[in-house]
């Protein structure tokens, strides 16, 4: 089992800016499928971006334009930088991963998942 340990979040006001840091325990998950999933109080656990073992990146339609994710190998680490911060944003932050190099957007299709960090976005 892969362990995912997120960091980065925290409280900022509409139109700021954080960046969610992901580290795995093992090098080889970089080279796999990563993601980066939200789930808000009340509501149901969707997909925000998607990292593709072979480069490639899908965007939620809410966050294209504003997130931005990047994975650091030496590090073993995934990043999501997010700007233009909004409330609707605000929700307990996840990254996961699979055995696979091919993502998809269903929450079902992944192995592991870390403990989630926390994003509010308010005024």
């Known amino acids: 089992q892969v362990h995912l340990v997120e960091s980065g979040g925290g409280s900022v006001q509409p139109g700021g800016s954080l960046r969610l840091s992901c580290v795995a325990s093992e090098k080889t998950v970089t080279a796999l499928c990563m993601a980066w999933f939200r789930q808000a109080p009340g509501k149901g656990r969707e997909g925000v971006v998607i990292?593709?073992?072979?480069?490639?990146?899908s965007y939620a339609d809410s966050v294209q334009g504003r997130f931005a994710i990047s994975r650091d190998y030496s590090k073993n680490t995934l990043y999501l930088q997010m700007n233009n911060l909004k409330p609707e944003d605000s929700a307990m932050y996840y990254c996961?991963?699979?055995?696979?190099?091919?993502?998809?957007?269903?929450?079902?299709?992944?192995?592991?998942w870390g403990q989630g960090t926390q994003v509010t976005v308010s005024s």
């Open positions: 990292f593709e073992g072979d480069g490639g990146i």
């Open positions: 996961a991963t699979t055995d696979f190099k091919r993502c998809n957007w269903s929450t079902g299709y992944y192995k592991d």
